[in-house]
């Protein structure tokens, strides 16, 4: 018995290792700004804004696109993420300064949930305890990454790896 749980605690740190990993590659980008499409998707999207309370930012939310444009509008892009636009109102409730900074922190860690879930995963079907680890560490070091850790819009790509990762893994 006791064995049994020295080995689960050894290799719940491997994933722990991975997402901390994960997260600190990208303390860098703590210090940046919101760039490009997060303009539009954060500072200027109507159901982010810290000031409406959750009852009409669920209500936009659910009748809104990603960008705020009402989905019934010809001018909408249909993109539909009401759980990635929640998460940026939370940020801005957060932090009513403005500041990037809360949104940068909430991508980094989010990038290390989803690589602890790729190693969980990982763990569950491959032999070993390097295979997993290696899996994940390649996971949260790949530059394919970059992209969705390091801008704000990229947290919709980042709830979707966690979703499908945790789904697959359930």
């Not at 998460?87 to 409730?93: D, M, Q």
């Not at 560490?137 to 790509?157: I, K, Q, S, W």
């Amino acid at each position: 018995w006791l064995m049994r749980g020295t080995r689960r605690l050894r290799a719940n740190a491997d994933g722990s290792l991975a997402a901390a990993v994960a997260v600190l590659l990208y303390a860098n980008t703590l210090q940046n700004q919101l760039v490009f499409d997060d303009h539009r998707a954060i500072e200027r999207n109507g159901c982010v804004q810290p000031a409406t309370p959750l009852h009409a930012h669920l209500a936009c939310a659910l009748s809104h696109d990603f960008w705020g444009t009402p989905l019934a509008s010809p001018s909408s892009h249909h993109s539909y993420r009401p759980l990635t636009t929640l998460t940026f109102w939370l940020n801005a409730r957060a932090d009513t300064s403005g500041a990037a900074a809360g949104y940068h922190v909430g991508n980094a860690l989010l990038h290390g949930l989803v690589t602890w879930v790729l190693w969980s995963h990982a763990a569950a079907r491959l032999d070993g305890r390097s295979a997993p680890l290696a899996a994940a560490l390649l996971f949260a070091a790949h530059p394919v990454n970059t992209e969705a850790v390091a801008y704000g819009v990229g947290r919709a790509d980042l709830l979707a790896a966690a979703l499908g990762l945790g789904g697959m893994r359930l």
